[in-house]
């Protein structure tokens, strides 16, 4: 009998896994930026005229940099009391988070300058181009309220299409989310004229990334769990149809869509035999989650015993167009997000100090 609450998770076979590797270790190129200046900046935004980047940190700020400081832009918490203050190591704030508020993804309104936020705890927000503290769209859908909202993308309607990764655990509990496996998760929309939200998918194994294609016909989504890409289609004949797009050569964070149609993929860790293996058998992830070892010893397990980087680049048809990584993680390390602009990729962390630059040319 399976433990309860921990469920054995569909994964592809470990024969259909991309081996593609950068032999070159090409993000050890990386500029790194903003060093111990930022916590954990997950997701990179550049605004409308092209100011920023602005990225939401671990105290709950959302930070604008005016290309000389970083600046306050919003909060989505109204609660910045002395919990919220300044902390060593981004992880210092998960304690606190439910009351400081933690921005992930970040989408401008290329329209109107609003900024729109998956907040894991307060669900999705909309900023004003003045920033400020940020109003509420939604904390529920049919009745089920969001537990940890996490990136969205916008079409030129204004929809807003945006992933929960979890019914059952929050961000702070991320790691049970992940060693449960549980099947909670949904992708929601959010419609601006009539205010409502819309389930429209569910029992997703921690959905994570969204990003619309560039024609807007389809977005495509992480199912970070089990490693792999989704497309959902919105136009057309296929419309409302869920079909594979890939399988990740790793666990996902986001997807970001660049000026050609392509998909970036920022992918936290490689996928190693020893959690393909725990996926596919709850009882023995069950036994070794009650041996006296700590959380922190089970993560660099599960991720192949240290931290690093990968980003993949897919074509819109959703084969891979290019790989990069820093294998050891010498210099890029748990990357969570890859915006593209301007001939480079801006790299953001959940867990890091930094922004990592990456130079295509």
Same mark, same amino acid.
């Given at each position: ?176 989310? *992940? =060693?449960?496996?549980?099947?909670? /998760? +949904?992708?929601? $929309? !959010? ?8 389930? %429209? ?18 977005? *495509? =989504?992480?199912?970070?769990?089990? /490693? +792999?890409?989704? $497309? !959902? ?8 149809? %869920? ?19 392509? =998909? ?5 860790? +490689?996928?190693?035999? !020893? ?87």
């Amino acid at each position: 009998m399976t433990p309860r609450g921990f469920l054995g998770v569909d994964m592809p076979p470990w024969s259909l896994i991309p081996t593609v590797k950068d032999d070159k270790n090409l993000l050890q190129n990386s500029e790194i930026k903003f060093l111990n200046q930022i916590q954990g900046p997950e997701s990179m935004a550049f605004d409308p005229l092209g100011r920023g980047p602005y990225t939401g940190v671990a105290d709950g700020r959302i930070l604008f940099w005016d290309g000389l400081k970083w600046t306050d832009f919003a909060f989505t918490s109204n609660n910045r009391s002395e919990l919220c203050n300044p902390k060593p190591i981004a992880m210092s704030y998960l304690k606190n988070e439910h009351i400081c508020g933690r921005p992930l993804g970040l989408r401008f309104d290329k329209k109107t300058g609003d900024l729109y936020i998956a907040d894991a705890y307060f669900g999705l927000m909309k900023v004003g181009p003045e920033g400020g503290l940020a109003t509420s769209l939604a904390t529920e859908a049919e009745g089920v309220p969001l537990r940890f909202t996490n990136d969205l993308d916008i079409d030129d309607e204004g929809n807003v299409y945006f992933t929960d990764s979890s019914t059952n655990y929050q961000r702070r509990n991320f790691m049970q989310l *992940v =060693f449960s496996a549980e099947d909670t /998760g +949904r992708v929601l $929309k !959010y419609d601006p004229t009539t205010k409502q939200t819309t389930v %429209l998918l569910r029992n997703l194994r921690f959905p994570n990334g969204l990003s619309l294609s560039k024609d807007k016909s389809f977005f *495509v =989504f992480c199912e970070g769990s089990v /490693g +792999r890409l989704h $497309k !959902y289609w919105l136009i057309g004949e296929k419309a409302g149809n %869920l079909e594979a797009f890939a399988i990740l050569p790793g666990y996902p964070d986001n997807v970001r869509t660049n000026e050609k149609g392509e =998909f970036w993929v920022a992918i936290h860790c +490689r996928r190693s035999l !020893y959690s393909h293996l725990m996926s596919l058998y709850p009882k023995i992830r069950h036994f070794l989650l009650k041996l006296p070892i700590s959380a922190k010893t089970h993560y660099l397990i599960h991720i192949g015993g240290r931290l690093h980087a990968m980003a993949v680049k897919y074509s819109p048809e959703g084969k891979i167009l290019q790989v990069l990584e820093d294998s050891k993680g010498k210099v890029v390390k748990a990357i969570s997000e890859v915006e593209e602009k301007d001939g480079k990729l801006w790299m953001g962390s959940v867990l890091m100090p930094f922004v990592a630059v990456y130079d295509l040319s």
